[in-house]
Structure formats: C-alpha cells, structure tokens
C-alpha cells in the first residue's frame, strides 16, 4: 500500500507561482511513476503531468512550458512547479502514482493505483 500526502495549495493571484508536494511512502519510491491530475468545480479530474523513473515527462497542452515536475527520491517526494498561474488553473490537484510499470507516463487515471486527498489551488484574477 502506497500512501500520498499532498501540500501547498493555497490561494494565489494570476501570475503567480505555487510549488505543490506530494509525499509518498514505500522503499521503492524511485521506481514509482507519479502524477498530478486536477479537477476544477462541475468537471471531471484531468491530466496534468506524469514522471517515471528515470525523469522522463509529460504535461498536458494547458500546462506546457508554465508547470514543471520533479522529483526528489532521497525525500521519497514529487512536486509540482506552477508559474504564471491563471483563473483556469483553479482546482482540486491529486497526486498519484504506479508502482508497477517505472517506464510508464500514462494519462488516464486508470493508469494509476494509488491517489492522495487532494490540495485545492485558487488563482484570483
């Protein structure tokens, strides 16, 4: 069992930055492909980006060239870097991940096994 705690959500004005982190616990951390999703108020939860084990990435169109994940596996932790942060960006972020396929970068939530509780970001115009 994989348990993902998620931090650093909070209420910012657009074009700002916010750094999100998702804490996860396991011994094999580094063989973990994780990912962030969101879901905005009245629709369904999206991809947002993915990293597997090697730091290779993906990022949905929206997010491109304004967010960045990372991960740090001595901490057994993946962020989420979010700059220039517009109204649409507004959600809930859930954190996810697959133990079992590290060469993974899947976007479909069925991709993954194991989710967090969620930390809400608020970008104000």
């Known amino acids: 069992q994989v348990q993902l705690v998620e931090s650093g959500g909070g209420l910012v004005q657009a074009g700002e930055s916010l750094r999100l982190s998702c804490a996860a616990s396991?011994?094999?951390?580094?063989?973990?492909?994780m990912a962030w999703f969101r879901q905005a108020p009245g629709k369904k939860r999206e991809f947002v980006t993915a990293?597997?084990?090697?730091?290779?990435?993906t990022y949905a169109d929206s997010v491109k060239g304004r967010f960045t994940i990372f991960r740090d596996n001595a901490k057994n932790t993946v962020y989420l870097q979010m700059n220039s942060l517009k109204p649409e960006d507004t959600a809930v972020y859930f954190c996810?991940?697959?133990?079992?396929?590290?060469?993974?970068?899947?976007?479909?939530?069925?991709?993954?096994?194991?989710w967090g509780q969620g930390t809400q970001v608020t970008v104000s115009s």
């Open positions: 996810t991940a697959q133990r079992f396929k590290p060469y993974a970068l899947g976007s479909y939530e069925h991709d993954y096994d194991y």
């Open positions: 396991g011994r094999t951390f580094s063989r973990y492909t």
């Open positions: 990293i597997n084990w090697s730091g290779a990435n």
